[in-house]
């Protein structure tokens, strides 16, 4: 079968089509569902499959129906309703923790994005899904490195501590001023602290120079008045 040939077939509206669409849509949200729950995700495998199934079937029934004779449906209403539920569904894996760490973003993108591709290989253009697909896989493993990269050497940090609240406050600050960093703020965290003795801070600051966030957290660890410390 010459190429020209299965593209025509592969868009095609016979049932054979329609399943190879959906398996492919399916097969495909599992793999990018794959890299999430790899990283310990609360969306996984499962969830990211059936969102681009459901997407795929949804599309290629918004094509099934326009195609009908004498009925007159608009082609774009059920894609527009699955990316709006889509996004119900993504919002649910956002949380702002105690911390102020905001964590599922990602996931939420990514499921928006595999909704998507679902929907284009649903409708046939294989073309755009699969290259939807590529460009998930790349953006959540090659740019999460570069990203990781650029954040480990910002010269912004924001870290959260866990300080002795007798005697460390002060003279955690005096430090921090001793090594050249700015403080931006420092608050007082809700988080119920490992230690009764202490107290828990966010501190927003910036560093003299370009360096890594693990030998500033580092330097915080040795410090005998600090219990915990991580960046957020």
């Known amino acids: 079968m010459r190429i020209t040939d299965f593209d025509l077939f592969i868009t095609g509206s016979n049932y054979t089509a329609i399943v190879i669409r959906l398996v492919l849509a399916m097969v495909l949200g599992s793999l990018v569902g794959w890299e999430r729950i790899a990283k310990h ?6 969830t990211f499959a059936l969102v681009s199934l459901g997407s795929a079937a949804a599309t290629a029934l918004n094509l099934y129906l326009s195609a009908l004779p004498g009925f007159n449906a608009d082609v774009s209403r059920i894609p527009a309703g699955v990316v709006s539920g889509i996004g119900f569904l993504g919002a649910g894996n956002i949380l702002v923790t105690g911390r102020n760490q905001i964590k599922g973003l990602s996931t939420a993108a990514t499921l928006w994005v595999t909704s998507c591709m679902g929907m284009a290989i649903g409708a046939g253009y294989l073309t755009v899904g699969i290259c939807s697909f590529l460009l998930v896989a790349f ?94």
């Open 139 to 232: 953006a959540n493993i090659v740019l999460l490195h570069v990203s990781n990269k650029v954040e480990e050497y910002s010269q912004y940090m924001r870290i959260y501590i866990e300080i002795n609240k007798d005697k460390g406050v002060n003279t955690l600050t005096r430090m921090i001023h001793g090594e050249g960093f700015k403080i931006r703020s420092m608050t007082k965290s809700k988080e119920k602290t490992i230690m009764d003795s202490d107290t828990a801070l966010i501190i927003d600051m910036d560093l003299d120079k370009k360096r890594s966030h693990t030998d500033v957290l580092t330097l915080f660890r040795n410090l005998d008045y600090i219990n915990y410390v991580e960046e957020v």
């Open 41 to 46: 995700q609360s969306a996984g495998i499962k």
